[in-house]
């Protein structure tokens, strides 16, 4: 059998509903001569039933089964058994939208003689096909090529998106490019590290892939979020490497209004450490330098992010979350030294109630102090703790001279 010209890697899990049309699509290519290799990662459901089928009928068909690795590992394997000229990645709930495209990506690499070829992409959303990518800020525009041309990537610098395109796999393989095993994030420095590599790279603005968006909770672990910050900083340290500001700027972008702003934010406030630590990676990653030098390549609306920054203090992911964290660590330290002093208050009185010659109904008085240290913590919000101190003594010496 001739080499293929492209290898089409497919991770799968647990997407009996979808998987039929996604490989359905790629052998009714104009394209003939690829193989498909389908790594299944643990499906529960009868994925993999679905997989042998097309096994049995068609021969370009292949399925590697392994545990549960997540999507990276899935998509590692595909690259290490391919045998195709190019490879091409599709996610298993999308597919090709017309029958051409693989022949048109394919003839484009070899008329051009370009490492990678791509095009646009479209997403299918409620039974309906959406070609617009952006809701308010312009981040994502680059999802769509205005014009058929051969770009080089200083001029493009985006990082979603990379199933809209073709790789030789020699230049994968020599660069030893591969996804990092992140449980998310892990496809954007995959696809930039392999366009760096690439250099340059032909664009195609011929809808060639349809995304589909399936509308269900997603529950992040800890493990995830770690795993998006970890993806972010190789994005940081890539585009700080090779001098790129806009890929940089997108970067610190996604980390500040994409993520930082709900699910990290939430976890820090609930003292995951960890997170900080990667935080800080991040932050040491930052160059201001080059996040200022994007100014002119970043659509307006989405420069306004840097609002949120002065310019002396630009290189930290943002401070307010941060302080608000260190504001709860100080506030638990105050309700510390709170429990301390009311220890402290307690003794004082035993011992008043020992050596004092006055007869009070010590009762009266335990219950007189417990709402004295209640309107105490009040106080203790309000001017701080040697006010609030010296408030209580006195209420409490009140008290006493009363009785």
């Not at 996604?22 to 643990?42: A, F, K, P, Y």
């Not at 545990?67 to 899935?74: D, R």
């Not at 420095?189 to 968006?213: E, S």
């Not at 920054?309 to 260190?326: E, G």
């Amino acid at each position: 059998m001739a080499k293929p010209f492209i290898s089409v890697i497919i991770p799968v899990y647990n997407q009996e509903s979808y998987l039929r049309q996604c490989i359905d699509s790629i052998l009714s290519q104009t394209l003939e001569n690829i193989e498909i290799i389908t790594v299944n990662d643990g499906s529960t459901d009868t994925s993999v039933d679905v997989i042998a089928e097309y096994v049995k009928k068609d021969k370009r068909v292949m399925l590697i089964d392994q545990k549960n690795m997540g999507v990276a590992s899935a998509r590692n394997k595909g690259i290490e058994v391919a045998s195709g000229q190019f490879v091409a990645f599709m996610d298993a709930d999308d597919w090709y939208p017309e029958n051409d495209i693989l022949q048109i990506m394919y003839q484009t690499a070899i008329d051009k003689n370009v490492k990678i070829v791509g095009g646009s992409l479209a997403r299918w959303v409620d039974g309906k096909v959406a070609y617009d990518h952006d809701f308010s800020e312009k981040i994502n525009s680059d999802y769509m090529f205005v014009e058929d041309e051969l770009m080089c990537y200083r001029g493009y610098q985006f990082d979603y998106g990379f199933t809209r395109f073709i790789y030789h796999l020699e230049l994968l393989r020599i660069n030893n490019i591969q996804f990092p095993l992140y449980q998310r994030f892990e496809d954007p420095p995959f696809f930039c590290q392999a366009m760096v590599c690439a250099n340059d790279f032909y664009a195609l603005k011929k809808i060639v892939y349809m995304y589909r968006v399936v509308r269900k909770q997603i529950n992040l672990t800890d493990h995830m979020v770690s795993d998006i910050i970890c993806g972010i900083i190789d994005l940081l340290e890539l585009s700080k490497k090779h001098r790129l500001e806009k890929l940089h700027f997108i970067a610190f972008y996604r980390l500040n209004k994409d993520y930082l702003c709900n699910m990290i934010s939430d976890r820090l406030h609930s003292g995951n450490r960890n997170l900080l630590v990667l935080l800080a990676k991040a932050n040491n990653a930052v160059d201001t330098s080059l996040l200022l030098d994007a100014e002119s390549k970043i659509y307006s609306e989405t420069w306004k992010v840097m609002n949120d920054f002065s310019q002396s203090d630009i290189v930290l992911i943002k401070p307010l979350f941060l302080l608000k964290f260190q504001l709860k660590e100080r506030q638990e330290q105050k309700s510390q030294k709170m429990e301390m002093e009311k220890q402290q208050l307690e003794e004082k009185v035993q011992t008043l109630q020992n050596s004092c010659c006055r007869a009070y109904d010590i009762r009266n008085f335990t219950k007189r102090l417990d709402h004295i240290l209640s309107r105490g913590r009040q106080c203790l919000k309000d001017h701080g703790l040697f006010y609030t101190i010296k408030y209580i003594f006195q209420k409490v010496l009140k008290y006493i001279k009363v009785k």
